[in-house]
């Protein structure tokens, strides 16, 4: 009896130590498991890196930029004959612009290491433009850089409707990307119907609802690609003369315009274009006295009228359409006091001093001047370029 009763407790504390031990065990497995649990939260909640925004790159890079920087990146230059390199350190340009002479008799590596070395030589990276319509227009292809040759937007549709368009595009991008390229200066966004005309070759042919429709998609397949857009040239050639090789007026009505000629850009700014290119024709229904270039209420009509808030550009400063006019320093100083961002030039080193004396006499504002870097730095961080 006595050795049954003692059996029976040896058997009862066996049993309750091996109990006890079970749930200590568990109790450390779960402060294990609840402790890794904790570690695995604070890792998750600790909040991500910051990505920097576009107006926090532009901010920064405008924030350490001198005054002689600033004004050196409204000029897109042709790129000069001598002193390439030298003159975008002195100058601070904002891009170049490439042209035949760039190109003749060189091989697509060699203008590739061109484009490099400026980009090098630049403190703010620069955009590289090259006149690249398509057709009568395209650097490229007159050089024999790219094979085949980019086709017109006429020629292109005749083939396969939009799909062309859209394919040619494409295929830019990649000829762009590989020389280091952002601008082509295109899509045209001119309505012209007639063959005679000056324009006409290198427009879509077509009337103001075609014209839309074009540059609607051009525009969005170059957002697609990232590839800068420039429509131009407002408020629209129609089938008037050529300013290249003259003074140029165009006496159609502001109601016309509206109906008609500023359709394309409506539709090009709707898409989302980057940029505006501003013809040399004196638009006598908006402004009789100057040629739009240089024009404040043409600007206030692209700004006010149309809603646009990207780039406004000139188109080249060396056309008999302006150049007969003006002085070409003149000319540099009021295309910025009416509104344009950014100068196509080759007299950039005129030009720039002359501005740079206009801002210490009060003749155009700091204010002014930041704001068109402002739109300039932030369609060159978009592009990738900041």
Not at 78 to 102: C, M, S, T
Request: proline residues 3%; glycine residues 8%; charged residues 25%.
């Amino acid at each position: 009896m006595k050795k049954n009763i003692l059996m029976s407790l040896i058997i009862l504390s066996a049993v309750t130590f091996l109990a006890a031990c079970g749930n200590s065990g568990s109790k450390t497995t779960e402060t294990s498991e609840s402790s890794q649990s904790a570690d695995s939260i604070k890792k998750v909640s600790k909040p991500p890196k910051k990505d920097i925004t576009v107006t926090e790159k532009v901010n920064k890079t405008l924030e350490k930029m001198t005054l002689e920087e600033k004004v050196g990146q409204l000029f897109m230059a042709r790129v000069p004959e001598q002193n390439q390199i030298a003159d975008i350190q002195k100058y601070h340009l904002g891009g170049y612009l490439l042209f035949d002479r760039d190109m003749e008799g060189k091989g697509q590596a060699e203008v590739k290491q061109a484009i490099a070395s400026y980009q090098a030589a630049s403190k703010t990276p620069m955009f590289i433009g090259s006149d690249e319509e398509g057709g009568t227009v395209s650097r490229l292809s007159r050089n024999q850089i790219v094979s085949p040759a980019f086709k017109s937007p006429q020629a292109l549709y005749q083939e396969n409707g939009w799909d062309s368009i859209i394919q040619e595009i494409e295929r830019k991008a990649q000829v762009f990307g590989e020389l280091g390229i952002q601008l082509g200066m295109f899509p045209d966004a001119d309505v012209s119907t007639d063959p005679q005309s000056f324009i006409y070759d290198r427009t879509i042919g077509m009337d103001a609802a075609g014209t839309s429709q074009y540059v609607k998609l051009s525009v969005e397949e170059m957002k697609k690609q990232k590839l800068g857009s420039t429509l131009k040239h407002f408020p629209g050639y129609g089938n008037n003369r050529d300013s290249h090789v003259e003074i140029v007026t165009d006496n159609r009505s502001l109601d016309e315009l509206r109906k008609n000629d500023f359709l394309p850009f409506e539709a090009g700014i709707k898409a989302g274009a980057d940029s505006i290119m501003v013809s040399h024709n004196i638009v006598s229904a908006i402004d009789s006295n100057y040629p739009a270039s240089i024009s404040k209420p043409i600007h206030d009509v692209i700004r006010n009228e149309l809603g646009f808030t990207g780039v406004i550009m000139t188109d080249d400063m060396d056309m008999a359409g302006l150049a007969d006019f003006i002085s070409q320093d003149e000319a540099g100083l009021q295309a910025l006091q009416a509104g344009n961002d950014m100068i196509l030039s080759s007299s950039y080193s005129t030009q720039i001093p002359y501005i740079l004396t206009a801002i210490k006499n009060g003749e155009y504002s700091e204010k002014q001047l930041d704001q068109s870097v402002k739109r300039l730095l932030t369609w060159k961080a978009k592009l990738g370029l900041i």
